[in-house]
């Protein structure tokens, strides 16, 4: 556990599914608290003040993303990020996994419905994610993109971003949604020409909170369809004339989002960007490792990648003959929240996840065979 990150959570103890949604700081609570308490007491200067904060969450984002604010639009979530690329993709094809999470998937689909993309699944092995090897060998002359999982969220596999860009090389996209490792996984986020983040997960900066950081190549090849009126040249300007399209990443935005959302993001990414990634990560690699030891000293078996380098901060595992709904509620009846799937469970800790939660699960799983 990384107690002086710790110190800023009320979580309980076995909470154990950040891969859903992260429970956020006093500090996220209080900003969004503090807010709203503005807003009920409004005057002249209330809505630019608000406003502000927008800024200072992309101004972090930036520098969290290796990028600055220009390259930088907040979203209220990682799948408007995804519909922006999706249509703003002209023409050809785009590779994406099979077994990613829908929200990879729809606007590829709704792309394609318009007659603007092609998408072309990709059916990783068991418990991989999508591979250089594997877009290797599915790259044709019309690919265009290929958009993955920074982190998968089934499995925990860790994409390696670096490998996917020298395979796909300089003319194609490289999309990546990372609302399962931004902020607690270190990777070369540079490599990706689209980063799309959700803040509701493990950055425990609430519901409708995001962004996304776009780099030259992708500025300069995506048609922003879905700009709207704040993200034109001019936007306080009236006139009823059509402007065009900011030059940078404010492009992507389509109306103004909640000031009040945005407080609440620059609050958690300041406490990511304070306790740093690498120390974030360290405290959750620590946990998953012991509770992978755990599972497998329980008789289960481990669906995550053995090696810390290839996974991020969530094990999937079952137990033979175990209906994974019962397994979740001898887990809850030891105070343990987990994600229970037909076929399999899925523990997600955090940073501030204390060591003493792996006798917990010990026990939840012993309890099972008696």
Request: aromatic share 6%; hydrophobic share 45%; net charge negative.
């Amino acid at each position: 556990m990384l107690t002086s990150y710790a110190a800023h959570f009320d979580t309980p103890a076995g909470y154990m599914d950040f891969a859903r949604f992260g429970p956020p700081s006093r500090e996220v609570v209080a900003a969004t608290a503090r807010a709203m308490d503005e807003t009920a007491r409004a005057d002249h200067t209330t809505v630019d003040g608000l406003m502000r904060a927008d800024q200072a969450a992309r101004e972090i984002a930036a520098r969290l993303a290796g990028t600055d604010p220009e390259h930088t639009v907040l979203l209220p979530n990682a799948s408007t990020g995804l519909f922006h690329a999706a249509l703003g993709v002209r023409e050809g094809v785009v590779l994406a996994p099979r077994t990613d999470f829908p929200s990879n998937q729809y606007p590829w689909r709704r792309a394609a419905s318009l007659g603007r993309v092609t998408p072309r699944w990709l059916d990783p092995a068991p418990g991989e994610g999508i591979g250089p090897d594997l877009v290797r060998a599915a790259l044709t002359d019309d690919t265009v993109a290929v958009s993955v999982s920074a982190v998968d969220f089934r499995t925990g596999f860790r994409a390696d971003l670096a490998a996917l860009r020298e395979v796909i090389g300089d003319e194609r996209l490289l999309i990546v949604d990372a609302i399962q490792a931004f902020g607690v996984t270190d990777m070369p986020w540079e490599a990706a020409d689209v980063l799309v983040v959700g803040g509701q997960k493990w950055l425990r900066a609430g519901w409708s909170t995001g962004f996304a950081a776009l780099s030259d190549r992708a500025l300069g090849t995506l048609e922003p369809v879905l700009t709207g009126w704040t993200g034109v040249e001019d936007a306080g300007l009236f006139d009823g004339t059509e402007h065009q399209p900011a030059p940078d990443a404010r492009r992507w935005s389509i109306t103004h989002l909640s000031p009040v959302a945005a407080g609440a993001f620059a609050a958690a990414l300041d406490l990511v960007e304070r306790h740093t990634v690498a120390a974030i990560e360290s405290a959750i690699e620590a946990r998953v490792t012991e509770l992978g030891e755990v599972v497998e000293r329980s008789g289960g078996r481990v669906l995550s990648p053995a090696d810390p380098a290839r996974r991020g901060g969530i094990l999937s595992f079952a137990l033979p003959d175990q209906d994974p709904l019962l397994v979740a509620k001898a887990l809850q009846a030891e105070g343990v929240t987990a994600t229970a799937r037909a076929d399999s469970l899925r523990l997600s800790p955090h940073a501030s996840t204390p060591p003493e939660i792996s006798e917990r699960v010990a026990a939840a799983l012993s309890s099972l065979r008696n």
